[in-house]
């Protein structure tokens, strides 16, 4: 089967920097997700990686190692807007469904 | 950027009705939708792949007779929670790739389903 793991729960404090991890063991692999998704609501995209190394895109950043199937999504400049469950997932092949990690729920406490 | 329009955003039923859930497509055209389901605090796991003009492809574990998908148009996908129980209380989304390369997926805004 498909595994994707991250943390379960995560506190930071507004303004810091927070790094959220994800390994995976997947049969295949056409390319790593993160999103954000605030309770009740849809998720939101924030980055993809099929390349090794890190994107970023304002307050955000990804990065990917495939040699290790590993990822993980940093944000700085933390906002208390940012509690939320970010999700990350990983597409195993040509255009299949993603299969999604449990997310972590990360807080931002004053 | 890509919307993906859902609705209900929220239902309540009484157990052993069905419940219609559709998701369309509003400014592109999607021939695949994928169909998810969330209980509180667990990931979004995969119900099924909606065709248009096929048969939807189900998950392992997922009962075509009581979640029944419909995607007659190239905007328009179903879903349809037939005779309802507690258990089947959840939130459904559904999504559909963008084709711009990248392949991302966007996602309407979810349906909560609470069977009484």
């Known amino acids: 089967g498909q595994n994707i793991d991250q943390p379960t729960e995560m506190t930071a404090t507004e303004g810091a920097i927070v790094q959220i991890n994800c390994t995976y063991q997947t049969s295949g692999f056409n390319g790593l997700f993160w999103y954000q998704q605030h309770a009740g609501e849809a998720p939101t995209f924030l980055s993809y990686?099929?390349?090794?190394g890190l994107e970023e895109k304002g307050r955000f950043s990804s990065f990917l190692s495939r040699s290790k199937g590993y990822s993980y999504l940093l944000l700085k400049e933390l906002q208390m807007k940012d509690s939320a469950s970010y999700l990350c997932a990983v597409r195993i092949s040509g255009n299949t469904p993603l299969v999604f990690g449990k997310g972590t729920r990360l807080s931002v406490i004053a | 950027g890509a919307v993906v329009s859902q609705h209900p955003s929220w239902v309540i039923c009484k157990s052993g009705t069905s419940v219609k859930i559709e998701c369309r497509s509003l400014d592109f055209q999607a021939t695949t939708m994928f169909w998810y389901r969330q209980f509180p605090k667990q990931s979004l796991m995969l119900m099924a792949t909606s065709n248009e003009g096929s048969k939807a492809t189900y998950e392992q574990g997922v009962e075509k007779d009581k979640f029944l998908i419909n995607h007659a148009s190239l905007t328009l996908s179903t879903l349809t929670v037939t005779s309802a129980h507690p258990e089947d209380s959840s939130f459904y989304i559904c999504s559909a790739p963008e084709r711009s390369g990248r392949e991302k997926l966007f996602f309407g805004s979810g349906t909560q389903l609470s069977v009484l």
């Open positions: 990686n099929v390349l090794d």
